[in-house]
Nanobody, 119 residues
Framework: VQLVESGGGKVQPGGSLRLSCAAS????????MSWVRQAPGKGPEWVSS????????FYAASVKGRFTISRDNAKNTLYLQMNSLKPEDTALYHC?????????????WGQGTQVTVSS
């Protein structure tokens, strides 16, 4: 079982990035999936989830209206479109299996991709 994130980088405030997460070793379409981030010196913060059924999405208040989670089950890939980025969005972003609210229980995380928002 493996989750591999990509798409991070450095961007100016107000900019956009699209993160991808390639899943392998399990039946991707049958699992809820999430993005979790961890800023330097802070604990993990749940960002967003998408369920395995009808693709219902959930967002943390801090990113709602700016971030969009999506999935392509044919490609076993999870995405996070991030717009109007702010310096406080700077973090290591992890893709995780599971994590749908209210339980937010995840069992596998990827290594993460770094997002830095700075002028």
């Amino acid at each position: 079982v493996q989750l591999v994130e990509s798409g991070g980088g450095k961007v100016q405030p107000g900019g956009s990035l699209r993160l991808s997460c390639a899943a392998s070793g399990f039946t991707f379409s049958t699992y809820d999936m999430s993005w979790v981030r961890q800023a330097p010196g802070k604990g993990p913060e749940w960002v967003s989830s998408i369920d395995s059924g009808e693709g219902v999405t959930f967002y943390a208040a801090s990113v709602k209206g700016r971030f969009t989670i999506s999935r392509d089950n044919a490609k076993n890939t999870l995405y996070l479109q991030m717009n109007s980025l702010k310096p406080e969005d700077t973090a290591l972003y992890h893709c995780a299996r599971g994590g749908k609210p209210p339980g937010l229980i995840t069992d596998i995380w990827g290594q993460g991709t770094q997002v830095t928002v700075s002028s």
